[in-house]
């Protein structure tokens, strides 16, 4: 799906744009419900989950993810975003971020089962999975589980406007019993349902070995309805590439590009991460910029969601989105780090670089002498 699509950011009812609006303001109050009497919500734990949550994002964009997904029930909506956050905060979700690659396995990314690879014909991030590569058992739950939550949350980097969702194929060839790990997909069917509703566009199956049509079976009574069109079995090549052009697609998948191949941090990598968590100074000044930018942008949202659409409040608005993009590119450095998708250029990100340059001349300053 793309942001032109009905129910989406610009092609929005006003029914939906009233939905919205109230959206917002059930999502301000419950908030404020949660935190200390007089606390602003830019200042709270709650806040700051739902806006690092949001990213580079528009944030009408998020609450219309879960607005579509609750079917336009705005308290059904509201409830699930405050669920969401205090998940977020509970299952660690700004640990792993930060930490990135270096709270994985590294034995388990790179037995290559899943990742990203090229663009469907629509323009949709493509998410590769293959079952064969996973063994139940071989990874305790919570690695695969947070490799799971990694993989959600960098894909969201990959996504470029209009483009708000990703396609997924299974490659289930030569998957057998030992690989069936319903623990993880059930964690994975949870996730997508209740913490990143809306995210998927397609999900494409291909060499499925019908001896596991009871699993799928199973599966299936699992997935909402919604969830459940989006599901295509793909029998030939032909098929696929109907969907995916095999420029895009790897060798394993009858592509043309060369099978994905998981690169670890480097030392450029790793003296980044180093620098960027000893900087307490630049990290303080990014999060004080984010909380203002968060401030502005829910107090004319919250105008606007009062029923001021005059041009003043509009522009105000565009205004705080823009300024909240920015204070948080700049804290990005601080709270996230670069992955294998940044060291092969998929992801551009440089204000990795750009911030990591002005550091430099900061590590290289002569320590001060001091006279006794």
Not at 245 to 265: E, H
Not at 280 to 289: C, D, N, P, Q, S
Not at 345 to 354: A, M
């Amino acid at each position: 799906m793309t942001s032109n699509d009905p129910g989406h950011i610009n092609n929005l009812s006003r029914a939906q744009i009233n939905a919205l609006r109230q959206a917002w303001k059930s999502l301000i109050e419950a908030v404020n419900k949660e935190i200390s009497s007089g606390k602003h919500i830019a200042d709270s734990i709650y806040g700051d989950e739902l806006f690092r949550a949001i990213g580079y994002d528009n944030p009408d964009v998020l609450v219309l993810r879960w607005l579509r997904s609750r079917k336009w029930d705005v308290q059904a909506c509201v409830h699930q975003i405050i669920e969401t956050l205090k998940w977020r905060r509970d299952w660690g979700v700004q640990e792993l971020v930060a930490k990135g690659e270096r709270a994985i396995s590294e034995e388990e990314i790179s037995t290559n089962k899943t990742y990203f690879m090229g663009h469907d014909k629509m323009g949709r991030p493509v998410c590769c999975i293959h079952p064969k590569e996973h063994i139940k058992g071989q990874f305790p739950h919570e690695f695969s589980e947070r490799l799971t939550v990694f993989c959600v949350e960098t894909y969201r980097k990959l996504l470029q406007p209009p483009i708000e969702s990703v396609t997924v194929i299974f490659d289930m060839a030569e998957c057998e019993t030992k690989n069936m790990d319903f623990h993880q997909v059930k964690f994975l069917i949870h996730l997508l349902d209740n913490y990143y509703p809306d995210s998927l566009a397609l999900i494409l199956i291909v060499n499925f070995p019908w001896l596991l049509g009871k699993s799928w079976t199973l599966i299936k009574s699992w997935l909402n309805p919604t969830v459940q069109k989006k599901v295509k079995f793909i029998h030939s090549n032909e098929e696929l590439f109907e969907f995916i052009d095999p420029s895009v697609l790897p060798k394993r998948l009858n592509g043309t590009q060369p099978d994905f191949k998981y690169k670890p941090p480097t030392d450029e990598d790793n003296a980044m991460y180093a620098a960027f968590r000893a900087d307490t100074e630049g990290r303080t000044l990014a999060e004080t910029a984010h909380r203002d930018a968060v401030r502005n942008f829910l107090d004319s949202t919250l105008q606007w969601a009062n029923g001021d659409e005059t041009r003043r409040v509009l522009s105000e608005k565009r205004k705080a989105r823009k300024q909240l993009r920015n204070a948080f590119e700049q804290l990005s450095p601080y709270i996230s780090t670069r992955t294998h998708y940044h060291r092969v250029g998929v992801i551009k990100e440089p204000i990795f670089e750009l911030a990591y340059e002005r550091l430099k001349p900061k590590q290289n300053e002569p320590l001060g002498l001091t006279y006794f």
